[in-house]
């Protein structure tokens, strides 16, 4: 079975810094993409940064490039997301996501979601 797991989220001020991880088992991350999503309430769920599976080629919202950085330890079967600079629009619940090619919102396999929350 494909689960996927994230964990590190937390509360933090403006200008801070976080590291998610997001842990996969049942397949090998070598075998997928997997991207990063977040969701505030209201709001369609936003892709925030992906990274290949054959090449590693890594892929950002232009709202996040710069600050945010995607990352993989295939042997772990985890990709991270050093988050830097962060801003209270970043608040929101962070998702990971694999699929063959970057995830979209159709892709089936997500973790649970960990909260983000930066106060002013």
């Known amino acids: 079975e494909v689960q996927l797991v994230e964990s590190g989220g937390g509360l933090v001020q403006a200008g801070g810094s976080l590291r998610l991880s997001c842990a996969g088992s049942g397949f090998t991350f070598d075998d997928y993409a997997v991207g990063w999503f977040r969701q505030v309430p209201g709001k369609e769920r936003e892709s925030v940064a992906c990274?290949?599976?054959?090449?590693?080629?890594?892929y950002y919202a232009n709202s996040v490039k710069g600050r945010f950085t995607i990352s993989s330890d295939n042997a772990r079967n985890t990709v991270y997301l050093q988050m830097d600079s962060l801003k209270p629009e970043d608040t929101a619940v962070y998702y990971c996501a694999a699929d063959y090619g970057c995830p979209t919102g159709e892709s089936t396999y997500w973790g649970q979601g960990t909260q983000v929350t930066v106060s002013s």
């Open positions: 990274i290949g599976s054959s090449d590693g080629e890594k």
